[in-house]
Nanobody, 132 residues
């Protein structure tokens, strides 16, 4: 049984911080890449960040660089997204997702981490609302 459970969203003032968590079960944790995506009303789902739990390589959308940090704790089967200096345009439902790792995909990851269809499993999403 594969399950991803996202949590940590909420209402925060612009400039504030939140830490999102995604707890995975039913996985060999290190054999997957973990992504965070977000979707605002009326917009497409966009990649925010990704981490390889095999080598800890990380990737960020331009909008997230310098403000967001992705990390993982293999002992807890959990991936995190620390979000600082939040802006109203960060308001969205945030989803965690898992992509099955492979040697080929490790080479492609810098290009494919932003592609939602490359991910095999998705969490239910957690709402982040940033007020001004």
């Amino acid at each position: 049984e594969v399950q991803l459970q996202a949590s940590g969203g909420g209402l925060v003032q612009a400039g504030g911080s939140l830490r999102l968590s995604c707890v995975a079960s039913g996985f060999a944790f290190d054999d997957w890449y973990w992504g965070w995506f977000r979707q605002a009303p009326g917009k497409e789902r966009e990649g925010v960040s990704c981490i390889s739990n095999r080598d800890k390589s990380t990737y960020y959308a331009d909008s997230a660089k310098g403000r967001f940090t992705i990390s993982s704790d293999n002992a807890k089967n959990t991936v995190y997204l620390q979000m600082n200096s939040l802006k109203p345009e960060d308001t969205a439902v945030y989803f965690c997702a898992a992509m099955k790792a492979s040697t080929r995909k490790s080479l492609l990851l810098p290009r494919i981490w932003v592609l939602a269809y490359e991910y095999n499993y998705w969490g239910q999403g957690t709402l982040v609302t940033v007020s001004s």
